[in-house]
């Protein structure tokens, strides 16, 4: 059950000790703040003051970069197409293999918006994922009034994700050292063995969980979900850096 309560990314600090529900409250404010802005200064601001706290934290460089890769090519790739497929007013035109290829500034600005908006939000989100762990997030989301079905589905795919890893591992080990990936067809052939092991776990896993769940009374109340009472200092010390930055969002 340690993948179920276990941060393994962030040490501890003021931050990770903080309540999820502050943590989660002050996140959606910065996000709406962050989408909402028109300029590229504040997103640029929050994602760096974000990206400083997460390295502040312990979190490694390298899995920061594999957390922004994938949102950061989306950026890039907006501003390109934003750059040439849009706007009025060109910038610069370049002759390739015989066509014209212009780029707009009024294009460029507003992917470079978009671009700003896309790693404000995406870096607000990695440092309350670095700093929270996923039951203390779910809790705060079962505070919020989400749904308890996708609360209930969402912990036990948390919890039986890892246990599926496991089984990959058991069994690719096994196919790598019978040389089952050795070639291209084989290889293809092994991973569909790979898969289809998988889902028969999978559904195996649930139909057990199911029945051992039921037979000891479970009702759709997790005791993890419990809420503690707020504490006073937290509260005014979110509602101030709250206040702050809607004075820097307003400002800039």
Known sequence: ????????????????????????????????????CKGVAFPLLVAGMCVALCLGMGVRLKLLTVRFAEPLFIAVMVVILKTFFSGKAPLFAVDLL??????????????????????????????????????DLMAALAWLRVPRGFIEIALFAWRYLFVLFDDAQVVYSAQKNRLGYVGYRRGLRSFGTLAGTLVIKAFDNSQTVTTAMVQRGYDGTMPMLKQKPFRAAEIILSLLFVVGMGIVWRTI
């Open 98 to 135: 015989g066509y014209e290829i212009i780029g707009y500034r009024d294009g460029l600005a507003e992917g470079c918006r978009i671009a700003s908006r896309i790693a404000g939000a995406v870096s607000v989100v990695a440092l309350l994922g670095f700093s929270t762990s996923f039951t």
């Open 1 to 36: 059950m340690h993948h179920f309560t276990r941060h393994s990314h962030a040490a501890d600090n003021p931050l990770t000790r903080l309540d999820a529900r502050v943590k989660l409250l002050c996140a959606l404010a910065l996000l709406v703040m962050v989408l909402s």
